[in-house]
Each structure stands twice: as structure tokens, then as C-alpha cells.
């Protein structure tokens, strides 16, 4: 009884130790078409609405780059956009701010040397412009830093190391709210300032980060010349201007590190990659921690090494509750261009701050004043315009006669061109229509069409049109798609839609958008596996046909020459058309993947009504058997049924009814049970049906009747393709530590049972009067 107790114990504490991963966030490989940046590290980027703008980097030492790349995470497509003004030199090591809808790059370094130099790109007109300082502070050159805005115009740098081997440990702010006169546009005006500060500073580091979360900076991990340090956490409060005493360590806590990245979601601080360079063996990580702001305690995310590698010098950035890395090497080893996205399932954190709604679920809606994915991030104008402009996005817009970040300059424009006109940076008037003079001081306003009679004229000569009417001369009677389906404002003819809702009407929500997601990943992921298999394919034939041409001309008679030539010839027609049909299903995975972006999406969709539905013919078109005309078998089919607008199924794409193939048509594969047809094993050749299977379903599945019937984590006609995201699957190096463990705890608790068994004997039989 005693050792079935102790078997009990070992399998319930096994049983725990595996529970405990259940509660990781998941990881997931994004596919990225388009023009995909190089392979690099040491770059910067910011998340501007949905995308994710990327500048810089190095590649192995070797490449520096200075070129902007985008990625849009709704169509999953890079772009390299074209680019005006004066381009900063090539760098990595920098860091990238964003203000507004600006990026401020400070500092990096090349082979030639350090920058201190400050660039600001506009993220919507694909603009640089450079920064002039002003005052006398001039910083030295620095590379690995870190920076923070703390949403009053001012960029925390902390750290970093000089071109002369010094780690720096200083605190450095770049003030961008500068006033006065600036009129050259293709500057723009800012000054270091050097902050007195107070308490005990960390030792100077690089590689590390600083992340703000309510007011306090919060700087992990770097290398500090005599190596990384376990739990090297400090906390700078920006009220108090004050290093704070160095909080406790509590286990457990993140490995020592450099080159990860840290993130603000919510109250926690996310924590991801690295490497330990101290160790004789660098070891780099692919691990997420997450930091509680209000305990101060770290606890474990994710430890799936499969969808994020190893590396450092990457790059996070949250858009929507998700975290999008890009990115990273593996020390001098290896590195990456590839996108990998974390869930964490909390979209809305810590209640939006405080600062906003969750709206339906999906996405924080900050009030005004605040700004981020988690709503904490300050939003403010600079001296907020001077009162003589609006604020939106913390970038002023400017009334008519002045000029600047702040608004602050005045142009001399004659008579302020008596209201009559605008007034333009040369201090010249342009007189609007029915003015004229240079004041524009003669006249009377003129409106074309004299608005139709659904408008009046004003002072600017402009059409102020009646509600419900629009255009230059207010000839456009505006009427918005269905009323925007209460899901949106109507502004301008055109349906502005709230979080969660999409299309021309806001017919389309957050379900169905998921769903044709889902739909586009997998079939373009399928034909994509496909394309490569045939690639192969054609490569193989390529060579072989090449030998028996070879061996063509050492053939010893005219007829095996010719026969071998004819062979050769064959393989090598076959070689080609393999390759055509791998570059149409590489074209056929980008256009279904391109069916993510908005507009084309909508093109899927019936919104003749509110209650938007899936056309049957698009449904199709997102399924890898439309692209290979390869419905497989009579019976019917059941398929996943596409939500609707109203949250309910579509109960007329229940079934869809399949006609035979010909058999030399391939065939559907789907997701096999390991009792289905017998027990399967992993790797081993299996036996093919009669009818027989591409490519012997590539190892990963059983074939019978012509169909695949993959192993879990495969999908496609041949199980070539792996799943993006396995539901309730454990990474293999997670689930061997789950198993080590407890197998461990259950060794211990076996051995502790024995021994307390083996005293009890000893006792017994000491009482019975024998020695023992």
C-alpha cells in the first residue's frame, strides 16, 4: 500500500509539472511577401498603426544598412516605400522614437565610427529631415543605448558605448518641443539637455533596455564590461528625477542577458531573447519573461525555441495585444529577416490603462490625450500649438499664417492677406477665389457652380455644403453604404467604422476578418509547400537529365546514345514544366495572401446587407483544392462554416458536394487520428494505398484510397505543410524538460518511499530482538 500511495504521489506532481504549460502565450511564423529586407541586426523600428516601419542594422558585421522597410501585419506584405530628403548614414545600434506620427533616430555606429547625430522620418510622407541643435550641449557618439519618450517632448537616453571602448552610464534627454523661429523645412530644431539627477546610478552598460510604465524607467539586463549580471534590474523614477534602491531579487527571474527586448503591456514588462556572452559557449535565448510592475515579480511566458529562435539584436514592437519580433542573429552564427508574432491573448491589458474602452473585445479606444495599444503612452502637442493651431496625434496643424512644430513662428505675410487668402511660407499671398492684389485685398468671394443651391459661399470662396451633400460645388448628395450598419460614423459620403469592424459599410467584423485570415494563411502556406516540393522536383530531373545526356555521348552504339538522348531530353521538358507550375502555385499563394489587405478582402464578401456573408465562389478561392481542381471524393465533405456579421454560422456552406478526381489528380489531406487506421510512426516509410499518394504523403500521414490523412502539425494534398499554430501542443525541447522533470520528482519520491519502507522493516525487526 505504502509504495502504491508513493506511485500516486510521483504521477500527481508529474501531472502538475505538466499542467504548468498549459498557461504559456503562443508564438506564431508569419509569412512575408513583398520585397523582404535582408537578413539582419542592430536595427530599430516603430508600429504605426498596423505596420511596422523598420530603419537600419548590420548584417554580420559586414552590411550596414540605411533603408526603410515596411510591413503591413494585416496583408502580411513588405514595401520599400520612396524616399525624400536627406537619408542618414548607415548604421546599426541606433535607437528609433516615435513621436506623432514621426521617427526620431539617435545615435548607432559603422565602421567608420559613432553617431550623436538626430534624424526625424515622417511616417506618412516617406520624409527625413535633420536635426540642428541648439544651445551648447553636444553629447559623444554612442551606440547600443536605450531611449524612451516620456510623452512631453522629451527622449530619455540612458547608457550605450563610445567608439573609444566606454560604457556610458549617463542620462541624456533629446528635448524636441523647442520654440522659436525655424523656417528652413528641411531641418527641424531640438537640444540635448543634461538632467541633475540623484541616488545610485547603475554600472554603464549597453545592449540593455528601458521601458516606461507610469512615470519610472525601467532598465534590464546588458553587458557592463565585466559581464551580465542575474536579476540586473533598475528603476529610475522621471518625477523624482532619482535612481531608485535596487529592488530585491525574487525568484524566479530571467538568465543573464544582452541584446533582448522589453516591452510595456499593460502593468507587466515582456521580456524576450538574448544571449549571455560571459559563458565559454555563448548561450542565446528564445524565452519571454514577464515583469509585474505593481509585485515587482518576473514570471515565465513561453519556451517555445521552434517559432522564435534564439537570438539578440531584434527587434518587439505591440500592435493590437500582440508582439511582433523582426529580426536578430544568433551571435556571429546565424540571422534572421523573418516575422514572429506572440498572442497574449489580452488585447485590452490592465483595462486600457484606465485610459480607454475595450472596444468589442478586440482593440483599446484611448481617450484624448493618450496613446498606445495599451493606452499609457502620453499624447501632447508641442506647447500645445501655441493656441494657434489644433493638436492631433501630438503633431500640430497649423492656422492659416503661422508655421512650426508649435505654431509658435508667424509669417510676414502682407496685411495677413486680409483673411482673403493663404498664406505661404515665402510670405507671399495666394489669394483665394473672386480675391486679388497682394494683400488680397480687392474682390469678393466667388464659389463655383454657386454651390449648386445646396451650400453657401464663404470668406475663403469655399462651398460650406448643407448636411447631407458634399463636393467642391456641394453637387454630391452624400449617403453612406447601408448607414455604415450603426457600426460607424458617416463622414464625408464614406463610413468611418469602429475598432472591430471593416469594409465600405462596417459590414464585416472581427470574426470574419479572422476566419478569411485563417483561410489565406493555410491555403497560401499549402501552395507554398507545394511550389517547393515541385521546385525539387524539377531540380532532381534537371540533374538527372543532365547525367543521361552525359552518359549520351560515352554510349558505345548509335542506338543507346539516342535512347539515353531521348530520356534526357524528356526529363528535361519535364524539369520545366515542373518549374512553370511551381512559380503559378507561388503565384497563386501570393494572391490569396494579398486577399488580408482591406479593400480586397471586401471583394469576398456579399454586403449587399448588413449581415455580410462569404460569396461561394470566394469561398473557394481561399481553399487549396479551387487551386488544384482537386475535390477527391463523392461523399460530402464537411467544411469549417464562415461566421456572419450577426456572429452565427452560414448554414448554406454546411457541405459542399465533391466529384471524383482523376487519379492523377492530388489529392486533399487531412488531419489523421492515430487509431484511425492503425498506429503510425513518425519519420518511417509507410505502406501506400493501392490507388497511391503524392509523394508517398511525404512521410507524415497514411494513404488510403488516393487521400492523405496527415499526422498532427501537417496539413495539405502530401502533408508538405506544417501548421502554423498546433492547438494544445508543447514545443519538443518543453515537453522533454516536462518529462525530465518528472521523471526526476517522480525518482525522488519512488526512492523516498523505499527508504522510509526499508526503516520500517529495520524497526520491526529490531523489536522482534534480531540485529540489523
Given at each position: 500500500m505504502p509504495k502504491m500511495r508513493c506511485l500516486l504521489w510521483s504521477v500527481l506532481l508529474a501531472g502538475l509539472v505538466c499542467i504548468s504549460a498549459a498557461a504559456e502565450w503562443k508564438w506564431t511564423r508569419l509569412p512575408g511577401d513583398g520585397t523582404k529586407p535582408a537578413t539582419r541586426a542592430g536595427h530599430s523600428a516603430v508600429a504605426v498603426d498596423d505596420t511596422l516601419v523598420v530603419f537600419g542594422g548590420v548584417m554580420l558585421d559586414v552590411k550596414y544598412f540605411n533603408d526603410i522597410n515596411v510591413y503591413d501585419t494585416n496583408a502580411r506584405r513588405w514595401s520599400q516605400p520612396k524616399i525624400t530628403g536627406e537619408v542618414p548614414e548607415e548604421r546599426a545600434g541606433h535607437t528609433a522614437t516615435l513621436i506623432g506620427g514621426d521617427m526620431y533616430i539617435f545615435g548607432g555606429s559603422n565602421n567608420f565610427g559613432s553617431f550623436s547625430d538626430v534624424m526625424r522620418y515622417d511616417t506618412k510622407n516617406h520624409r527625413w529631415l535633420r536635426g540642428i541643435p541648439q544651445g551648447t550641449l553636444r553629447p559623444v557618439g554612442r551606440s547600443n543605448h536605450a531611449a524612451v519618450?516620456?510623452?512631453?517632448?522629451?527622449?530619455?537616453?540612458?547608457?550605450?558605448?563610445?567608439?573609444e571602448g566606454k560604457f556610458l552610464s549617463d542620462i541624456l534627454i533629446i528635448n524636441t518641443f523647442v520654440e522659436g523661429d525655424w523656417i528652413d523645412a528641411t531641418t527641424f530644431p531640438f537640444a540635448f539637455e543634461q538632467p541633475v539627477v540623484s541616488g545610485q546610478a547603475p554600472p554603464g552598460r549597453e545592449s540593455h533596455t528601458m521601458t516606461l510604465s507610469k512615470n519610472k524607467l525601467y532598465v534590464v539586463g546588458g553587458y557592463t564590461g565585466t559581464g551580465v549580471k542575474d536579476h540586473d534590474l533598475w528603476v529610475f523614477d522621471l518625477d523624482e528625477q532619482k535612481w531608485l534602491p535596487k529592488p530585491p531579487a525574487q525568484e524566479p527571474f530571467p538568465g543573464q542577458r544582452q541584446g533582448h527586448t522589453a516591452l510595456r503591456h499593460g502593468n507587466d514588462i515582456v521580456l524576450a531573447g538574448g544571449c549571455d556572452v560571459t559563458r565559454d559557449v555563448a548561450l542565446c535565448y528564445s524565452d519571454v519573461w514577464a515583469l509585474d510592475t505593481v509585485g515587482m515579480r518576473w514570471s515565465w511566458r513561453s519556451t517555445d525555441t521552434v517559432s522564435l529562435l534564439p537570438r539578440q539584436g531584434h527587434t518587439a514592437n505591440f500592435i493590437r495585444g500582440k508582439m511582433y519580433?523582426?529580426?536578430?542573429?544568433?551571435?556571429?552564427?546565424?540571422?534572421y529577416n523573418d516575422v514572429v508574432v506572440l498572442d497574449t491573448k489580452e488585447p485590452c491589458p490592465a483595462d486600457c490603462g484606465g485610459h480607454g474602452t475595450c472596444a468589442y473585445g478586440t482593440v483599446c479606444q484611448c481617450q484624448s490625450g493618450w496613446t498606445g495599444h495599451d493606452c499609457l503612452d502620453r499624447e501632447r502637442c508641442p506647447f500645445d500649438c501655441n493656441g494657434q493651431g489644433s493638436c492631433h496625434r501630438g503633431q500640430c496643424t497649423c492656422n492659416n499664417g503661422y508655421i512650426g512644430a508649435s505654431c509658435y513662428t508667424e509669417i510676414p505675410c502682407p496685411n495677413r492677406c486680409s483673411n482673403h487668402g493663404a498664406c505661404l511660407p515665402d510670405a507671399t499671398c495666394q489669394c483665394y477665389l473672386g480675391y486679388h492684389g497682394a494683400s488680397c485685398e480687392s474682390g469678393s468671394p466667388v464659389c463655383l457652380n454657386d454651390c449648386s443651391g445646396h451650400g453657401t459661399c464663404s470668406e475663403k470662396s469655399e462651398c460650406i455644403c448643407h448636411e447631407g451633400y458634399g463636393g467642391v460645388s456641394c453637387e454630391q448628395q452624400l449617403v453612406c453604404p447601408l448607414g455604415c450598419c450603426n457600426h460607424g460614423a458617416c463622414e464625408g459620403g464614406k463610413c468611418k467604422c469602429v475598432p472591430g469592424f471593416i469594409g465600405k459599410s462596417c459590414a464585416i467584423n472581427e470574426d470574419q476578418k479572422n476566419y478569411v485570415f485563417k483561410m489565406t494563411d493555410r491555403t497560401s502556406a499549402d501552395l507554398?509547400?507545394?511550389?517547393?516540393?515541385?521546385?525539387?522536383?524539377?531540380?532532381?530531373?534537371k540533374q538527372l537529365a543532365k547525367e543521361l545526356l552525359a552518359d549520351a555521348d560515352r554510349a558505345p552504339t548509335t542506338a543507346?546514345?539516342?535512347?539515353?538522348?531521348?530520356?534526357g531530353n524528356g526529363l528535361e521538358i519535364d524539369a520545366e514544366a515542373l518549374a512553370k507550375q511551381a512559380e503559378e502555385l507561388e503565384k497563386r499563394g501570393s494572391l490569396v495572401a494579398g486577399y488580408r489587405s482591406p479593400d480586397k478582402m471586401e471583394s469576398l464578401f456579399d454586403t449587399s446587407t448588413c449581415d455580410a456573408k462569404l460569396k461561394p465562389d470566394m469561398l473557394q478561392l481561399l481553399s487549396a483544392e479551387h487551386h488544384y481542381q482537386a475535390p477527391q471524393t463523392d461523399e460530402s465533405v464537411q467544411k469549417p462554416m464562415p461566421p456572419t456579421s450577426s456572429g452565427t454560422a452560414q448554414p448554406?456552406?454546411?457541405?459542399?458536394?465533391?466529384q471524383n478526381p482523376p487519379q492523377s489528380s492530388p489529392s486533399q489531406g487531412r488531419s489523421a487520428t492515430p487509431t484511425e487506421f492503425g498506429i503510425y510512426k513518425q519519420g518511417k516509410q509507410l505502406k501506400v494505398g493501392e490507388s497511391g499518394c503524392k509523394h508517398n504523403c511525404n512521410d507524415r500521414g497514411i494513404c488510403k484510397d488516393g487521400v492523405c490523412y496527415c499526422e498532427p502539425g501537417y496539413h495539405g494534398i502530401a502533408c508538405a505543410a506544417e501548421d502554423l499554430v498546433t492547438k494544445k501542443s508543447v514545443p519538443l525541447t518543453w515537453a522533454v524538460a516536462i518529462a525530465v522533470s518528472a521523471l526526476v520528482v517522480s525518482m525522488i519520491v519512488t526512492a523516498t518511499c523505499i527508504q522510509i519502507g526499508a526503516r520500517r522493516r529495520a524497526r520491526a525487526t529490531q523489536e522482534m530482538g534480531y540485529k540489523v
Open positions: 519618450y516620456d510623452g512631453n517632448g522629451r527622449i530619455y537616453i540612458y547608457g550605450g558605448y563610445t567608439q519580433i523582426f529580426g536578430g542573429c544568433r551571435m556571429s552564427v546565424e540571422c507554398r509547400a507545394e511550389a517547393k516540393i515541385k521546385r525539387d522536383e524539377a531540380s532532381q530531373s543507346e546514345a539516342r535512347n539515353l538522348q531521348a530520356k448554406r456552406f454546411t457541405s459542399l458536394t465533391l
